[in-house]
């Protein structure tokens, strides 16, 4: 396919290559600042840096915008793309109705869930890519691009995309602050900060294998009482800590409980 | 060394195996079953399956108590072993004197820090383990034993074990609850159980890159009122979630205000 690329962040770069590498033709990148632009047109050749919305003349039949979420609304509202056109976002949490009002276009989302950094290559294959549309031709297209690039494509609709971003809130960013305490107790303890490691990766590994509740362990779903209370006690300098502690030993018990 | 093992669990199964593999003699393996004594007595040739914790004919120097943490106690009330012999629990919550009044006994701890079970290989050379004991002689042979094993051997006293044991309740028992939430989130939208391991993977890699709190990303850091919203209004089913959301989300925002 013949594709314009809104945007020069994480997502564009990665995603651009990507499509490359699969045979597209990236004709076209936009971005508002020149250098960014240029050095994301620099490396996905022939694509023409270009400083307009008015992205009629790019000679593409698909337009995606990969920009920061609130950055949505104003690109769609300034965007002119040829009639019969497919316009998508790559957001996660935006509903499609976010491209609603782009004259001419064929709105879809074409969701990679990932986290990217242009530091770190990204195994695309392996990375699942949510897609939706409104009619079934679009669909299929986004499905065709898709699977060139990767052998995890779903269809995903904009309510259940909004229940995986709540999931995702759980599983990744949650789990990340949780980490990050873990390291801040460790240094306050004058302990390695890699000490845990090892464990936390094995940790990791056996909730993929298994629903994480079967193999939950710890002082909490043991009602471990003495090291609970001796835990807290660790903690009465750090209210906020003491407080997470208790309600996910809460929430630990509670549904063992359940089971 | 001559050691005994005390306890036929996962640890006591993969600890004697690696101890083994390093050219250290088991000579003997107790436990109150006779099938469990037995059974691992048969994977540790020529060990002998005894069933007293009169341990003074077995002609161990080292005697390893790897029995649940609740066990300890009344195993440390009971055991009898030669004057001088090194007796060493393996628990990471455990203090180091649970082990006092064995009679002539030095005691010791000798924790490995990574969660076991039998069906799965570990990596002993990179699992810490860490030792404690009273007296700098004890500490140098458990010293000397867990270098034959691993190349990662830290003395940590009993206080900062306790420390250390709350920064991995933190790392791995609330991140696999959470991890079990996001599952069962998933499953309420009927969407694939694995569609997030790719994210949750390079999620946790960045986070032992990297300091987590330096990484944050999420609602909650941008302060993203409407989608911290509507994912309260998604679990309003759920009071106890959306505690859990209401808190770390709090918790994420007091942090990055303070940085």
Chains 1, 2 share one sequence.
Not at 22 to 44: F, K
Request: glycine share 4%; net charge neutral.
């Amino acid at each position: 396919m013949k594709i314009t690329l809104i945007g020069s962040g994480n997502v564009a770069w990665l995603l651009g290559k990507a499509l490359q590498q699969a045979g597209h033709d990236i004709v076209a990148v936009y971005s508002p600042t020149a250098a960014h632009r240029e050095a994301l047109a620099q490396v996905l050749p022939p694509a023409k840096a270009v400083d307009s919305l008015d992205l009629r003349a790019t000679g593409a039949e698909l337009f995606v915008i990969a920009v920061p979420d609130a950055a949505i609304a104003s690109v769609a509202a300034a965007v002119r793309v040829p009639d019969g056109a497919i316009v998508v976002h790559t957001s996660g949490s935006q509903p499609l109705a976010a491209l609603q009002g782009i004259a001419g276009a064929r709105p879809g989302v074409f969701y990679p869930l990932q986290t990217f950094s242009k530091s770190k290559p990204v195994d695309f294959s392996t990375t699942p890519i949510l897609i939706e549309a409104e009619d079934e031709q679009t669909l299929q297209a986004l499905q065709a691009l898709a699977s060139t690039i990767s052998k995890e494509v779903h269809q995903v609709d904009s309510l259940k995309r909004r229940q995986l971003h709540l999931a995702a809130v759980f599983a990744c960013n949650f789990t990340n602050h949780l980490l990050g305490i873990s390291r801040q107790l460790l240094q306050q303890a004058a302990l390695p900060d890699t000490l845990l490691q090892p464990l936390i990766q094995e940790t990791i590994a056996k909730a993929m294998q298994n629903h994480p509740f079967l193999v939950q362990t710890g002082p909490a779903v043991r009602h471990d009482q003495n090291v609970i209370e001796e835990h807290l006690r660790l903690l009465q300098d750090q209210p906020l800590y003491q407080q997470v502690y208790q309600l996910l030993t809460q929430s630990i018990q509670d549904h063992s409980q359940k089971r």
